[in-house]
Nanobody, 118 residues
Framework: QVQLVESGGGLVQPGGSLRLSCAAS????????MSWYRQAPGKERELVAR????????TYPDSMKGRSTISRDNAKNTVYLQMNSLKPEDSAVYYC???????????WGQGTQVTVSS
């Protein structure tokens, strides 16, 4: 059974930091590109960060460049997202995504809420 379990969300003040984790099981983690997406109320789901299966390459949208770092530990089947200098507009549900490089299949986690507010 495939599982992606996110953790680390919560309430943080503007300018603060959070580290999200996503623990994977039920598939060969090291064969999959891993990504973080987010979705705020009334908005479309958007990419936050992506890392290739080997960890050799990462991608960030302009809104997150310089403020976030995605990493993975293939020995622990876990992907991380470190976010710094958080803004209220970063508030959203953050989802972990696993995608096979061929596009064959992908999996989603249940999401973790991040709220940036004073």
């Amino acid at each position: 059974q495939v599982q992606l379990v996110e953790s680390g969300g919560g309430l943080v003040q503007p300018g603060g930091s959070l580290r999200l984790s996503c623990a994977a099981s039920g598939f060969t983690f090291s064969n999959y590109h891993m990504s973080w997406y987010r979705q705020a109320p009334g908005k479309e789901r958007e990419l936050v960060a992506r890392i290739t299966s080997t960890g050799s390459s990462t991608t960030y949208p302009d809104s997150m460049k310089g403020r976030s770092t995605i990493s993975r530990d293939n020995a622990k089947n876990t992907v991380y997202l470190q976010m710094n200098s958080l803004k209220p507009e970063d508030s959203a549900v953050y989802y972990c995504n696993a995608a096979h490089p061929t596009g064959w299949r992908q999996f989603w986690g249940q999401g973790t809420q991040v709220t940036v507010s004073s």
